[in-house]
């Protein structure tokens, strides 16, 4: 419970202290068995020194691992940042395989039997190990779950733990555990000259170990699959164990007591036996005195009601109950905002008048089948200012397209007197889009009577307008524009002047805004007097959405498929608003593109599909070899054939743009797997 203790008017560490405190006593006793096995005392310290340095390595070494996605490695280089990553983080069983190993190498290297050594001394590790997590109690560090039953523990608010909660005291049943296993390894070493010293505590302390995970609820828990990291090393270690003592023991000619190995047997099934039912216990107990880490903490957030106050019901057994009378707080705004494809930014102001400590920070993967949310990260209140911004910076694992929600939940002083009122989170996700509405107003404009006022400037704009909005809003995608009214200027040239001989500088500003994809808005045409009709005379059977991608676009098997989706979206569109006689949708793999020609642009009765165009420039059209030139994937998006009567009828007369606009969005969407915020279950 104090980060630092003061002896003789010194300040020290608590952590460091403990650890020194067991370094000493574990050396002392040590002193005292070297006398009685008569081994050498400086090949001890050769050998501890060694394991101290391999477990250093090992620990800061898996510590990076697990961490990996918390660690900001665009700074890696910055010395500040990565001297405070060196000196702060580490992980048991980092330091332990690291240990383990230099003590073996120093044996080789100095000529010292390691093994014999370690079988005397294992209990070393955790007699020591046993101060540390005394340490960790004091830190607040490797907290346990919030839990209401005997000898729960609240943390203040100084240290690493979550202030203000009761928590399952983790640290110091672990350290427990460890001062039994390091007084059994001493008696069944030095009293009964028991021989699998090592075999016993890799067992008895990865099925400990293995246990005690189920109870842990600090932020940076790594994990693989069902386990966590060290469940995993647990098991490992659990298995090492057993296969040296079954060896060892069926050896022929080491050992004749039969009675001795069915023991040995019976011993080893049990513990198997133990893991499976811990398993199955911790998947079939989902809310008990110890509660799932989706439910974050009982006092800090619930469902949202319609009253101002509500009745919060909280479970310590089974046949009980309590009921608190609390009032609701309204959560801060959160705002969630695209930095680079590896950062999001959150931030929120301080409203809560000084009713909080700080706020937790949880996020969602919306993309998941499983909709959970994960602490992240906490900030602490050190002082309140009202309105104060906050922002925190999440440092995602990949640059492929993510989504998340995000939600701050904030820790009040007085957890019975207040309670937030739950909101649905923030989605965001580290995708930018720049929107390209195809030349400017008044542009290709039809004539003749029937035109319905219609140019294809003018209505690619309308178009363009709502796919941002569906973008943002329902999938939270930061989106950009070349132009949101009808006049478009770029580095200089404004419509025509643009369009006429600088055309790329519009696919060259998707990079310049930094943005991951350039969709240009347009729709198509024919030439003239095409299949023997009049040429804004075409018939239905002529339209199809033509998807035209450059060669970065079609390079991704992702992208490809935000093609595919798109077509066959716009499609099903124009088949039912009666534009088009068909609704197929020829899809495309990146290997089996076809080239753009007048003769499958003009055909009839022909499915859309995604295409190339390539000129002596490399990408035909000046937009897409813009976007090509300056790294950005590409398309263009053809909706629909202006030539044709009813289409032009239709966009005037109908909501088709807004028809178009959606399957725009799902298209883009679905091929980066991303989904609407309420297409998710209520969490």
């Not at 003769?599 to 059209?621: A, I, L, M, P």
């Amino acid at each position: 419970m104090h980060l630092y203790i003061q002896i003789m008017g010194l300040q020290l560490p608590s952590y460091g202290l403990l650890i020194a405190t067991g370094v000493v006593i574990a050396n002392f006793v040590s002193y005292l068995i070297l006398r009685k096995t008569k081994q050498d005392g400086n090949d001890f310290i050769i050998l501890e020194a060694y394991g101290i340095l391999g477990g250093f390595i090992g620990a800061k070494v898996l510590y990076l691992i697990v961490s990996r996605n918390q660690i900001d490695w665009n700074r890696i280089t910055d010395i500040t940042y990565a001297n405070q990553l060196m000196l702060s983080g580490f992980v048991f069983y980092g330091g332990l395989i690291g240990g383990i190993l230099f003590i073996f190498l120093a044996g080789k290297i100095h000529k010292i039997p390691a093994l014999e050594y370690i079988r005397n001394f294992v209990f070393v590790i955790p007699f020591i190990h046993s101060f540390g997590r005394v340490g960790c109690f004091m830190a607040g560090c490797c907290y346990g779950k919030p839990y209401d039953g005997p000898f729960a523990v609240v943390f203040p608010e100084n240290s690493y733990a979550l202030p203000g909660v009761k928590l399952f005291p983790i640290q110091l049943v672990e350290a427990g555990g460890l001062m039994v296993i390091a007084i059994l390894l001493i008696i069944l070493r030095l009293r009964f000259h028991f021989v699998y010293t090592i075999e016993f505590y890799f067992i008895v302390y990865g099925l400990f170990r293995f246990i005690l995970e189920y109870f842990r609820y600090d932020a940076i828990r790594g994990s693989w699959g069902a386990f966590t990291t060290s469940q995993w090393i647990s098991l490992v270690f659990i298995v090492i164990g057993m296969i040296a003592v079954f060896r060892s023991k069926i050896r022929k000619g080491r050992d004749g007591n039969s009675a001795l190995k069915r023991k040995t047997f019976i011993c080893l099934c049990g513990v198997l036996l133990l893991v499976g039912i811990t398993v199955i216990w911790h998947k079939a107990v989902n809310d008990k005195t110890i509660r799932n880490p989706d439910v974050i903490l009982k006092h800090v957030i619930k469902d949202t009601q319609p009253e101002s106050t509500e009745i919060l019901r909280t479970t310590q057994t089974e046949k009980m109950e309590k009921t608190i009378e609390a009032e609701k707080v309204n959560v801060p705004e959160l705002s969630a905002q695209r930095e680079d494809t590896g950062h999001i930014k959150i931030r929120w102001a301080d409203d809560l008048d000084g009713l909080v400590t700080g706020y937790f920070i949880e996020r969602c993967d919306n993309r998941a089948e499983i909709h959970t949310w994960d602490l992240i990260d906490q900030v602490k209140i050190e002082e309140h200012v009202k309105g104060q911004l906050y922002e925190y910076t999440d440092a995602l694992n990949s640059t492929d397209p993510q989504q998340y929600i995000y939600r701050i939940v904030p820790q009040f002083r007085d957890s019975d007197a207040y309670v937030a009122v739950k909101e649905p989170g923030v989605l965001c996700s580290n995708w930018k889009i720049c929107i390209d509405p195809g030349h400017y107003a008044g542009k290709n404009d039809v004539p003749g009577p029937d035109s319905y006022g219609y140019a294809e400037g003018d209505f690619a704009l309308p178009i363009a307008l709502e796919l941002k909005e569906k973008l943002e809003k329902e999938y939270g995608i930061a989106v950009c524009m070349t132009r949101d009214t009808g006049s478009i200027s770029i580095g200089g040239y404004t419509d025509a002047s643009l369009d006429s001989g600088h055309i790329s500088l519009r696919g060259a500003y998707a990079a310049e805004q930094q943005c991951d994809l350039f969709v240009s808005i347009h729709t198509n045409a024919n030439e003239d007097n095409a299949n023997g009709a009049a040429t804004y005379q075409q018939p239905i059977s002529i339209d199809k959405p033509i998807i035209i991608a450059n060669d970065r676009m079609l390079s991704s098997q992702t992208l490809c498929a935000v093609c595919n989706q798109i077509g066959k979206n716009l499609a099903d569109v124009s088949y039912d608003m009666g534009i088009s006689s068909h609704k197929d949708f020829a899809e495309i793999t990146g290997n089996n593109v076809r080239e753009w020609t007048i003769s499958y642009n003009d055909s009839t009765d022909e499915s859309g599909t995604v295409v190339c165009r390539h000129g002596d420039h490399g990408q035909y059209y000046g937009v897409l070899r813009g976007a090509e030139e300056a790294g950005v994937p590409g398309i263009i998006i053809e909706h629909g054939y202006h030539t044709v009567a009813e289409m032009r009828a239709a966009a005037q007369n109908s909501n088709l743009k807004s028809k178009w606009a959606e399957a725009d969005a799902q298209g883009i969407a679905s091929g980066l797997n991303f989904q609407k915020q309420n297409e998710t279950d209520k969490r």
